[in-house]
Each structure stands twice: as structure tokens, then as C-alpha cells.
């Protein structure tokens, strides 16, 4: 039998949609059979439950969900249904009932007697000819000849059809071969794309960890310089991909009706940004709060914990410190943000192409928070006093992407979509201008800015 699902409770209240498949899953990821509002149904997970046809009955099953399955007021893992159950995706979760449907069975039709059987019309010349139609016209023929030429004949009679038959077909033969090379000619290539573009990736972070092992006089990194300058992955549309994937990790620190900075997920209840950002909070009054992006302002947490890390001063003029810190939220994430390891971080190097998705200071908006994407490159990899040092202390990532101050905590994105560096602020340039026919010094800020590398934050993870 057949199933009706009648949404009882939840963003979907009211809908219903019959089902003639054998397993139906229910979830908030896009994939499912029914699929839950990812904004209002937070209750259900992502793949939360499925029904079974098991036979002649519908069984419920959890697929190890957050909160569980009910039916009726009792959490199951796998159950058989009845008409008029109730199942809840979470015990505060959307509601479903059950309607259990039996499957229509073909109206039959009082026997007539056969008809006498009539050989099928010679298809016209070019027509395109199945394999039945073919055993059919055979057979008639052969019938037909049998019944008015003496046994003997038949084996010519037989001739002649299969003779007919192929020159009918021969053109539909000659089509099928040619779109038969065509196609192995394409996947040949698609192998070949796939096969190149593995090697290629593969290469280039070989290459980069290698530079990132050799001192800056070894005569072996122009030539790896050169070879990577001549590789180039087939990316043209990760920027989007990297975007549509992480863009619910990212997240606008806000008091009140006034946003200041940028985090994001790196555990489900634990977000990164600045140090900065965490003094400037506890400076303000009110509830802090995380606001998700592109959730319509309707997706927020309140912040109960914030930690600095225990190096960062400050207000200090005459170096840069750990700006890295990270804040607690009553609830949980939607995407954490996949983290750059230990063994990738040491290949970060000049010229390295980066991303970072933020939320620039004149563009926020507590009630509809949309983070920007920008494409930028690595400028150098130095200590904090601006000079390469061992990789332990190397932990400050210049880069030119074109940050403002609401930008301060965003995630740098690797070419492979991983986060290495925190966003944190930029140099300020000294210089004279003449204004007004007078030599005036000026400070304005530099168009290269700097960021902390990702991995500062463990001390305030332990």
C-alpha cells in the first residue's frame, strides 16, 4: 500500500503528499524526500527519519537523530505504523500524521474473443524499428508464408525476411556505432580532465610544503617558484561553492541594533573572531549576540561565555599581539567551519590565492545580515615583529583583501576551502602631503592587512 504524510505541526502545517516509493526520508538537508525548514524546524536534524515499506506494512526507523523520533508521546528507533499515527521530529519538533493508502487495482474487462492475427505494416523506408516490432514482423512472415507455400519453401521464405529486416535496419546500426565512439571518445577525455587536475592539485601542495621546509637562501625555491607559478587548478567556480558551503557558519557579533564584528564557527557552540572584538563587547552594554548570516535576523544566540587569548594586549602601539579569541553561544551552529591541520597550515606562503566572507561595518544590518565575499593573496608569512621566524612564532599572515572594520574576525580561506588565518586589521603608513600649499604628515591606513593564523586559538579551546 501506498502512504499519505499529512503535515501536522511545523513550518509545513497543512501540506500533504502521497508517496508510492518504498522508503521516504525526512530531514532539513535538501536531499530528503520531505524536506524540513532549516530556519523554523530546528529541532529535526538533518537526516532525521525514514519510512520503510517492509512488505505489506510502513515501518518508522530514526537515523540517529539529535532529539529522536516519537510516535505518539513515546521515543522509538523502529516502529510499525498505522493509519492515523502521529510522528514528532523531536519532542518539540513539526508533527506528521500517517495515512496509510491501498493501491488501486486495474479495472478488468469482460473477454472478447481474439481477433484473427494480422501481420504487422512494413515500417516506412528510414523509420526506426525496436527489437519487438522486429521479432513480430519475423514471425508473422513466416507464419503467413507457411500457411500458403508448400514446408519446403520456408527456410527461403526466411531468407528473404532477415534480408529485408537488415537492410531496414542498417542505418539505425550505423547511427548507434557512431554515437557509441562518440560517447567513449567523451568519457576518455573526462577521464583524462579528472586524472590531470587530481595530479595537478596533488602537486601544488606538495610543492608548497616543500617551499615551506626551505630556508630563504636555499637555491632549490626559485624552481619551485617557477613550477608553481605555471600551475593553475581548474577552479572558475570554487568562490561560489566555498561560499553556498560555509556561508551558515558565519556569523555578526551585535549589541542591540548595532553590529561590530564578524565570527564563525569552529565548534557547534564555540565561534572564533578577535580579541579586539571581545573587549569592544565588553565595553558596550546589553546581551551580546551572534547573529547567523543570511538568516533574516531571525537566527540568533545569545553569547554566555568570551575569552581573549592570554598573550593579546590591548591598545599597545608598538606591536602586534595574539588577536584571536572565542565566544560560547546558547545553542548550536549550523555549519562548523573545516579548520586547515597542522600538517597544512606550515605550506602557507606569499602569493597563495585566499578568500575571506565577512561583514563590512557600512553594510550591516542586524535585521538582515549578508556577508560579502572577497578574493585575495597572501602577502608574506612573518613573526609579529615582521621578520620570517621559525614556524611556531611565524604566525602573522599579510594579505591585500580589501577589510574594514566589521571584517575583523573573519575566516581566510584557503585554496582548498579550509580556514588558516584569522582576520584582524591593517598597517598604518606615515608620509607628507602637501595640502593647501603646506607640507602636512599624514597617517592613513595601508592597503595590505594582516591576519592571525588559525591554529592561536587552541589555547582557548583546551
Known amino acids: 500500500m501506498n502512504i499519505r504524510i499529512v503535515h501536522t505541526h511545523g513550518h509545513r502545517a497543512g501540506a500533504e503528499r502521497v508517496f508510492t516509493s518504498n522508503v521516504v526520508r525526512i530531514g532539513r538537508s535538501p536531499d530528503n524526500d520531505i524536506v524540513l ?9 538533518g537526516y532525521h527519519a525514514e519510512l520503510r515499506r517492509e512488505g505489506s506494512i510502513w515501518l518508522v526507523a530514526d537515523l540517529g537523530s539529535r532529539n529522536g523520533t516519537f510516535v505518539g508521546a513515546e521515543r522509538v528507533e523502529r516502529r510499525a505504523l498505522r493509519t492515523g499515527d502521529e510522528i514528532a521530529l523531536g519532542a518539540k519538533g513539526p508533527r506528521i500524521r500517517i495515512e496509510l493508502l491501498p493501491v ?10 481474439a481477433a484473427p492475427a494480422r501481420p504487422p505494416m512494413a515500417p516506412a523506408a ?3 524499428i525496436g527489437q519487438r516490432t522486429l521479432a513480430m514482423m519475423i514471425s508473422s512472415a513466416v507464419n503467413a508464408a ?10 527461403e521464405i526466411n531468407d528473404i525476411v532477415e534480408r529485408k529486416v537488415g537492410e531496414a535496419t542498417a542505418s539505425q546500426r550505423r547511427t548507434a556505432y557512431l554515437l557509441g565512439a562518440v560517447l567513449l571518445v567523451a568519457l576518455v577525455a573526462l577521464g583524462a580532465l579528472i586524472f590531470w587536475s587530481t595530479r595537478s592539485q596533488d602537486e601544488i601542495q606538495r610543492l608548497r610544503e616543500d617551499l615551506a621546509r626551505m630556508p630563504p637562501e636555499d637555491p632549490r625555491r626559485k624552481e619551485v617558484e617557477t613550477r608553481l607559478g605555471t600551475l593553475h587548478p581548474p577552479n572558475a567556480s570554487f568562490g561560489r561553492n566555498l561560499y553556498d558551503r560555509s556561508r551558515k557558519g558565519i556569523f555578526m557579533l551585535a549589541m542591540g541594533s548595532e ?39 531571525e537566527v540568533r544566540f545569545d553569547v554566555v561565555d568570551m575569552r581573549a587569548h592570554p598573550g593579546y594586549r590591548q591598545g599597545d602601539p608598538n606591536s602586534i599581539t595574539p588577536d584571536v579569541g572565542v565566544v560560547n553561544i546558547r545553542g548550536r551552529a549550523a555549519m562548523v567551519l573545516e ?7 606550515p605550506a602557507i606562503g606569499a602569493g597563495d590565492d585566499v578568500y575571506l566572507i565577512g561583514f563590512p561595518d557600512r553594510l ?14 597572501v602577502g608574506r608569512v612573518t613573526g609579529a615583529a615582521g ?8 604566525w602573522l599572515v599579510q594579505h591585500d583583501a580589501a577589510s574594514t572594520r566589521g571584517t575583523t574576525g573573519s575566516p581566510i580561506f584557503n585554496g582548498q576551502g579550509k580556514v588558516i588565518a584569522i582576520n584582524a586589521g591593517e598597517y598604518l603608513e606615515e608620509g607628507e602631503q602637501k595640502i593647501a600649499g603646506r607640507n602636512i604628515e599624514v597617517v592613513k591606513a595601508s592597503p595590505y592587512k594582516f591576519a592571525m593564523r588559525i591554529d592561536l586559538i587552541e589555547a582557548l579551546l583546551r
Open 37 to 45: 525548514d532549516a530556519h523554523h524546524d530546528r529541532e529535526a536534524s
Open 104 to 113: 488501486p487495482s486495474a479495472p478488468t474487462s469482460p473477454t472478447q474473443p
Open 126 to 128: 528510414g523509420a526506426r
Open 146 to 155: 507457411a500457411a500458403r507455400v508448400r514446408p519446403g519453401r520456408t527456410v
Open 259 to 297: 553590529g561590530f564584528c564578524t565570527a564563525f564557527a569552529v565548534r557547534p557552540s564555540v565561534l572564533a573572531t578577535n580579541a579586539r572584538c571581545i573587549h569592544e563587547a565588553r565595553k558596550r552594554s546589553g546581551t551580546l549576540k551572534a547573529i547567523e548570516n543570511e538568516g533574516r535576523g
Open 339 to 345: 579548520i586547515a591541520t597542522q600538517q597544512e597550515l
Open 364 to 377: 550591516m544590518d542586524v535585521t538582515n545580515p549578508a556577508a560579502t565575499f572577497l578574493a585575495a593573496h
Open 387 to 394: 621578520k620570517p621566524v621559525p614556524y611556531k612564532d611565524n
